[in-house]
């Protein structure tokens, strides 16, 4: 990861890539796309049917994943598991191109005869074939029973002769890829399993003695979910896993993500016309995307010459009376990347306390005598002044008139009752456990059909199970045949849909989605920023930017986008007090503003 990733239009991606090229078509570029497996089989029917043979594009897939191979391990026993369909047909150009490269111990164990094998896969089979009998080798096939007896001795003889790059046995699993039709059959997984606990060692055998190379995913995985189908476990991990053209969900969601190694996304030249094709397919929503200044940029500018701060929006942050930081932040956050002027509304018995702490930012001091009179000052100081954005959540509840989560929940309703663009973060929605159609039926009572989506929720994945995951599970479950975890894209892309908001869904993947469906990952982020109040902070960026005038979603994305290159700039020890300090140096850089 480059130290100062805003330096780049795009940031760095957080996978290699090798050959991707960048060709920007109204944003749309491989490199910031995210595939379902179901698309990816539409980009490559699509090549296919304008011309790319089938062949050519598996022996490019083979070529990238020995490119990468041969770029990490120096030639040491190799082990290819071919399955029966073109996973399995990857893994006989991988053997063969091994071979000629030098390699000198190469076997393949395959389950199915040769004479099975079907299309391009069999094409492969007979040319890893004849290759072998050119050279008066033997073309024997093994099976996977076999195999794992070979590799117990070959790991057993090389006791302590192994390293880093040097294994007593490499596998390559190009047993199944990410469209995985059903489960693996248990003979599969046992035999995954067993290569599983050799590489990670075990009484007999050092971590490392066995490594793996997984092409397009660990077999058994599921691309679009990051889970086996079914519920079954996913076997085997792997050490480096080699992918094609554009990751799948399950290359980018974390679980997923742990259990491939180093990813590398390998360009076997498909053109941007087949991504075209596919988007084209994808409409009116398009696909889902790597959150980009591509994808937003356009949607915010910089201060305009001769504007003032009103221009530039007022942010109104609820602050709780037992946990001011936390509002505090949000509001820091929201002047520093641009809103013009910002007021904490706080309890009375509060403000002596708070409201000294305060320079640029405001203060406004609320009844506390009762929720009741709370309420109504609250819903009095939103009539009172026109505020184009507010931030309610962060450090909310505590002290406030009890029970807390009722007057949280009417203070969040009274806010949802205005037209304001509105970040509804933490307690705001913790107030509603319990409650999620309560607070549904409010954001889709004010989200009108057709118009933009002005509500952001901003829950971390602790928060979104609490609040949404029965819901989210129940109309997955209707939804979906494979009843079973749908993976954390679609959880958020649904949430947003019975909301009718914004959902930006936290965490080291965080997914982005709206009302009418698109969807975003940002991945960009850097593990500095799990430290407390940092989300407080991404609050009161998307408020600062819908104050603006940005409109939920790209305040979202724009924001998250932010956050991670703040991330980013400050780098190891970073508090959540840091985040807005950094906001100057990576403005600076998006808009090109000269040094000093
Ligand atoms: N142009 C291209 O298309 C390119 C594709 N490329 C490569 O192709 C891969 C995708 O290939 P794929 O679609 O053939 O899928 P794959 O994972 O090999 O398995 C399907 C086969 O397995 C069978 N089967 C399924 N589940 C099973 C189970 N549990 N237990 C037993 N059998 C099971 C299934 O049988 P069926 O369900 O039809 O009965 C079918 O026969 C992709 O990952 C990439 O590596 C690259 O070469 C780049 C160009
Ligand atoms: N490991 C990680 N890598 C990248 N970003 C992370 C990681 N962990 C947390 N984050 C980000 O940090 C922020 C934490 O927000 P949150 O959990 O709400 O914290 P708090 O409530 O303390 O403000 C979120 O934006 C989240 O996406
Ligand atoms: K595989």
Redo the contacts with the bound molecule.
């Keep these: 990861m480059p130290s100062d990733p805003s330096a780049h239009p795009v940031p760095a991606g957080s996978y290699a890539t090798s050959r991707l090229s960048h060709v920007p078509d109204n944003g749309l570029d491989w490199a910031t796309v995210v595939l379902r497996c179901a698309q990816m089989?539409q980009a490559?029917?699509w090549?296919?049917a304008h011309g790319q043979p089938?062949v050519v594009?598996?022996e490019?897939?083979?070529a990238g994943v020995v490119q990468a191979l041969t770029a990490r391990w120096l030639p040491c026993p190799v082990w290819v598991w071919c399955?029966?369909?073109?996973?399995?047909?990857?893994g006989w150009v991988i053997a063969r191109l091994l071979e000629a490269a030098g390699w000198p111990q190469v076997s393949v164990a395959c389950d199915s005869p040769i004479e099975s094998l079907q299309g391009?896969?069999a094409h492969h089979a007979q040319r890893w074939r004849q290759a072998r009998l050119s050279r008066a080798a033997s073309a024997d096939v093994h099976t996977l029973d076999q195999a794992l007896q070979a590799i117990a001795v070959q790991r057993a003889h090389a006791q302590g002769r192994s390293g880093p790059h040097s294994p007593a046995v490499l596998v390559v699993d190009?047993?199944?890829?990410?469209?995985?039709?059903?489960?693996?059959?248990e003979k599969?997984h046992a035999a995954l399993a067993q290569l599983a606990t050799w590489r990670t060692g075990d009484a007999t055998s050092t971590p490392g003695c066995v490594q793996v190379v997984a092409?397009?995913?660990p077999s058994g995985l599921h691309g679009d979910t990051a889970h086996g189908l079914a519920d079954q476990t996913v076997p085997c991990p792997a050490d480096l896993t080699v992918t094609?053209m554009a990751p799948k969900p399950a290359h980018m969601l974390m679980h997923g993500r742990a259990l491939m190694g180093d990813l590398v996304v390998h360009d076997?030249g498909l053109p941007l016309a087949a991504l075209q094709a596919v988007a084209a397919q994808a409409q009116p929503v398009g696909l889902w995307r790597r959150n980009t200044p591509v994808v937003w940029g356009h949607a915010w500018q910089a201060p305009r010459r001769g504007g003032h701060k009103y221009h530039r929006g007022h942010v109104l942050v609820w602050s709780g009376p037992r946990m001011p930081g936390a509002s505090r932040l949000a509001a820091r956050a929201a002047a520093r990347i641009g809103a013009g002027l910002v007021t904490l509304a706080m309890t009375r018995t509060a403000w002596p306390h708070l409201a000294g702490h305060l320079m640029s930012a405001m203060a406004h001091p609320l009844a506390d005598e009762s929720a009741d009179a709370l309420c109504a000052d609250w819903r009095a100081l939103l009539a009172s002044r026109r505020w184009n954005a507010i931030v309610l959540g962060p450090g909310a509840m505590l002290g406030l008139p009890e029970p807390q989560a009722d007057t949280l929940r009417t203070l969040v309703l009274d806010a949802l009752a205005t037209e304001v663009p509105l970040v509804l973060d933490a307690d705001a929605l913790m107030a509603f456990e319990g409650h999620p159609q309560l607070l549904c039926q409010a954001l889709n009572d004010r989200h009108r059909e057709g118009a933009p989506p002005s509500v952001v929720l901003t829950p971390h994945e602790g928060e979104f199970n609490r609040l949404f995951g029965d819901l989210v599970r129940a109309e997955a479950g209707q939804a979906q045949a494979t009843a079973g975890d749908p993976g954390k894209f679609e959880r958020t892309r649904l949430s947003a849909a019975m909301a009718g908001a914004v959902v930006l869904h936290k965490g080291a993947d965080t997914v982005l989605a709206a009302p009418d469906g698109r969807v975003m990952l940002h991945d960009d982020a850097p593990p500095w920023l799990s430290t407390g109040g940092s989300g407080d902070v991404l609050a009161g960026f998307i408020a600062g930017l819908m104050a603006q005038g940005v409109d939920a979603w790209h305040a979202a994305c724009g924001a998250a986008w932010v956050h991670g290159q703040c991330g980013h700039r400050f780098g190891p020890g970073l508090l959540a007090d840091d985040l807005p300090e950094q906001v100057p140096g990576v403005l600076r850089r998006l808009w090109g503003v000269p040094p000093q």
């Design positions: 089989a490559d029917a090549a296919m089938g594009l598996m490019r897939a083979g399955g029966p369909g073109n996973n399995g047909g990857d391009d896969a190009a047993l199944f890829g990410a469209g995985l039709s059903r489960p693996l059959d599969v092409v397009d995913v094609f076997i």
